[in-house]
């Protein structure tokens, strides 16, 4: 996490440097990235960068932290306005991440962290919408969402039914890309594959 002395910044610096990393890591993964590059475009000095973060990776980490609190607080938001409908609010999460994310240097980022991260960096994919991930927050999660629509004995099956969605979430986003999907196609097909789970791929009798 960062050092006191980057929480002292005024507002228009952090932002300033955030802005710089974020576009550094828009273009690069982690293991290309440079700090030169960040500094450079921040015009800051170097010695000032290692006052505020200890290397680039704990800025890196900071970055991927903030997003997932945001995102983790809209899904909550979603789940409110849907009256717990847990598919209803991941298919508006993830048409608002392609369609309305308003910063381009931060879905380019957020982009780039999809195709290049691994496990060794300390970020799995499914973090980024936290459905499962820190007990404080799946219990705030399992609270909103209403259990009685679905097929389920018990908490923990939510809980896997919450990481099966979150799978076809990042598998879809990750087709996009690769096969530079429109936005529509990308969603259209989303919603085909929320519907199949909602249904189920076995006929009913």
């Known amino acids: 996490m960062p050092k006191q002395t980057f929480f002292n910044l005024p507002e228009d610096k952090r932002n300033t440097l955030i802005e710089a990393a974020e576009k550094e890591f828009s273009q690069v993964p982690l293991l290309k990235a440079s700090v030169a590059n960040i500094i450079k475009m921040a015009g800051i000095p170097r010695g000032s960068f290692y006052q505020y973060f200890e290397n680039i990776e704990d800025l890196y980490m900071y970055l991927l932290d903030k997003e997932t609190q945001k995102r983790k607080e809209y899904f909550n938001s979603l789940l409110k306005k849907h009256h717990g409908d ?34 060794k960096d300390g970020f799995s994919l499914t973090d980024m919408f936290d459905l499962g991930k820190g007990k404080e927050h799946v219990k705030e999660i399992i609270k909103l969402i209403d259990k009685d629509r679905l097929n389920m004995k018990d908490d923990k099956e939510l809980i896997h039914i919450m990481q099966i969605i979150t799978a076809v979430v990042f598998r879809n986003f990750i087709e996009k890309l690769l096969r530079e999907l429109s936005d529509e196609e990308a969603i259209n097909n989303f919603t085909i594959e929320m519907n199949i789970i909602k249904h189920g791929i076995y006929k009913q009798e």
Not at 86 to 108: H, N, W
């Open 86 to 119: 847990i598919i209803e609010t991941v298919t508006e999460m993830y048409s608002s991440f392609l369609v309305e994310t308003p910063d381009e240097e931060e879905q380019a980022f957020l982009q780039n962290v999809m195709l290049n991260v691994s496990n």
